[in-house]
Structure formats: structure tokens, C-alpha cells
């Protein structure tokens, strides 16, 4: 099975731009978290979908938003960007896996985004 | 609210045990975790243990829980240089719920 894949894995981008980044889980996965990775504020819950319905949602400003498709492929939308946005934004999706008894997360590589 | 504490690094030497220590705020969390990033790598799932239980062990690894305490460690057995990595403590209440991870622990090997 392919492992979940993000695109771009890298990006720079100026300060008031937006982006749009996206996430395509491992096939059969109906659940798609999205996590901020800053080397100072550590590893950050930005939200979570599933079947297409945003079910948990971390502190994070309006700017920050996403969707997921009935394909339970997501995208992760940042509009007018800031510095202070320039992280790995890493995209997990997860199944709830009978033997584990745990829903377990697989992790994407992230994508690098830099904003100039 | 929710928080998890961890050091921010740890040295051990190759063929030590290492451990890495957590501590989280809500008392509430069902799930417990431990994830392995490896540099350039995304982040894999290393264990997990239930708030229903003390301890868990999987080959060099083993998870401790004192949920009085709300701590939690994992202990990394005969500690070699493919354990270079950072290890992120995490938690969550329920299984849909969102998963609140700490700020990783950097895990530097010495020869």
C-alpha cells in the first residue's frame, strides 16, 4: 500500500500570498489530520477530517483552514501569510485498527513551506 | 487545558538504556503514545499504552504509566545509533479526539 503522500514537499512563498497544500491518505482511510511542525513550538494540532466533515479543530487563527473530498484527499489552505508561518506542515491520516485496538496515525513527509 | 511536557534532549551512550520522561495535564486522556522521527523522515508510531495500564513492553521497548502522577516514560533497551532520533510524547482522550502532542525530546547517541 503507498504510504500517505503530500504535495509540494517544499515551497517558498512571500508574506501576504496564500497556499494551498494537499494531503492524499493511504488508500481506505477516512480520517486526515494536519499538524504544524515548528522547531519552537514543537508539533501542533492545526485540524482533523473526517468523511469530509471537519471533526476536531486545534487553536489556530482563520487563516488557517482546509477541506477534505469524498476521495478523503485533503487540502490545507493558508491565506495571507506571515513569517511566523514558515514550518513542516505535516498531514496524517489514520484507521482504526483491530488488532492495536487504537486508532493508529500514519504520518506524510510534510511539506516545507518558507514565507519570504 | 491540555499540555504534555518533555525535555527538550537527552545523551545516552550506545548500549545504555535511555529513557524519556513525559508529563501531561489532563487527566481525562485514554491514549497515550510515542512517536519516532528520524531526521528527514515523518514521524512513525513507535507504542502506545491505555490509561488502563502501568506498563507496556515491545522488544528494547518499554512504557511506563503512573496515571496518578500523570507520567509517562519510555525506556529504550541497549540503546544503539539507528535511536538517533526525536521521540514525541502524545495523548488523546478518545479516539476521534484530536492528539496533543509535546514539543519532542532529541535523542543524541555518544559513541
Known amino acids: 500500500k503507498a504510504g500517505v503522500t503530500q504535495t509540494p514537499r517544499y515551497l517558498i512563498k512571500t508574506r501576504g500570498q496564500q497556499v494551498t497544500l494537499s494531503c492524499s491518505p493511504i488508500?481506505?482511510?477516512?480520517?486526515v489530520s494536519w499538524y504544524q511542525q515548528t522547531p519552537g513550538q514543537g508539533l501542533q494540532f492545526l485540524f482533523e477530517?473526517?468523511?469530509?466533515?471537519?471533526?476536531n479543530k486545534g487553536n489556530f487563527p482563520g487563516r488557517f483552514s482546509g477541506r477534505q473530498f469524498s476521495n478523503s484527499r485533503s487540502e490545507m489552505n493558508v491565506s495571507t501569510l506571515e513569517l511566523g508561518d514558515s514550518a513542516l506542515y505535516l498531514c496524517?491520516?489514520?484507521?482504526?485498527?483491530?488488532?492495536?485496538?487504537?486508532?493508529?496515525?500514519?504520518f506524510g513527509p510534510g511539506t516545507r513551506l518558507t514565507v519570504l | 487545558g491540555e499540555d504534555v511536557e518533555q525535555s527538550l534532549f537527552l545523551s545516552v551512550r550506545e548500549g545504555d538504556s535511555s529513557v524519556i520522561n513525559c508529563t501531561y495535564t489532563?487527566?481525562?486522556?485514554?491514549?497515550l503514545y510515542w512517536y519516532k522521527q528520524e531526521p528527514g523522515a515523518g514521524l512513525q508510531l513507535l507504542t502506545y499504552i491505555f490509561s488502563n495500564m502501568d506498563m507496556k513492553q515491545d522488544q528494547r521497548l518499554t512504557v511506563l504509566l503512573n496515571k496518578k502522577d500523570k507520567h509517562l516514560s519510555l525506556r529504550i533497551a541497549d540503546t544503539q545509533t539507528g535511536d538517533s532520533a526525536i521521540y514525541f510524547c502524545?495523548?488523546?482522550?478518545?479516539?476521534?479526539?484530536?492528539?496533543?502532542f509535546g514539543k519532542g525530546t532529541r535523542l543524541h547517541i555518544l559513541p
Open positions: 489532563d487527566s481525562s486522556s485514554t491514549y
Open positions: 502524545a495523548e488523546s482522550i478518545t479516539r476521534d479526539d484530536k492528539i496533543i
Open positions: 488508500s481506505g482511510h477516512r480520517s
Open positions: 477530517y473526517f468523511s469530509e466533515t471537519q471533526r
Open positions: 496524517a491520516s489514520s484507521i482504526w485498527e483491530e488488532r492495536l485496538s487504537t486508532d493508529t496515525q500514519y
